[in-house]
């Protein structure tokens, strides 16, 4: 059974940067392929970016070109570079990882960007 422990959010003003980690145990990290996902208040689950085993990386659209997913086997952690910030990217931020065909969440980490 795999744990995820998200870290790295907090308050920042628009057009500044965060970054957050993800620390997953209790799997094989790295021939697993892991996301980031973000839920604001009201709205949906959405796809941040994902990181596969080979290193190659996806994003949601509205984070191309400023954000990065990277990760770190030899550490078991996921990170998520955050840079120019905008107020719509205020949500819970969570690590996924699907896992023997079950997907496996983080608690979430709370970024909020003041405008």
């Known amino acids: 059974q795999a744990q995820l422990v998200e870290s790295g959010g907090g308050l920042v003003q628009a057009g500044g940067s965060l970054r957050l980690s993800c620390a997953v145990s209790?799997?094989?990290?790295?021939?697993?392929?892991v996301g980031w996902y973000r839920q604001a208040p009201g709205k949906q689950r959405e796809l941040v970016a994902v990181i596969i085993s080979s290193g190659i990386p996806n994003y949601g659209d509205s984070v191309k070109g400023r954000f990065t997913i990277s990760r770190d086997n030899a550490k078991n952690t996921v990170y998520l570079q955050m840079n120019s910030l905008k107020p719509e990217d205020t949500a819970v931020y969570y690590c996924?990882?699907?896992?023997?065909?079950?997907?496996?969440w983080g608690r979430g980490t709370q970024v909020a960007v003041s405008s």
């Open positions: 996924n990882v699907k896992y023997r065909n079950t997907n496996y």
């Open positions: 209790g799997i094989i990290f790295s021939t697993n392929a």
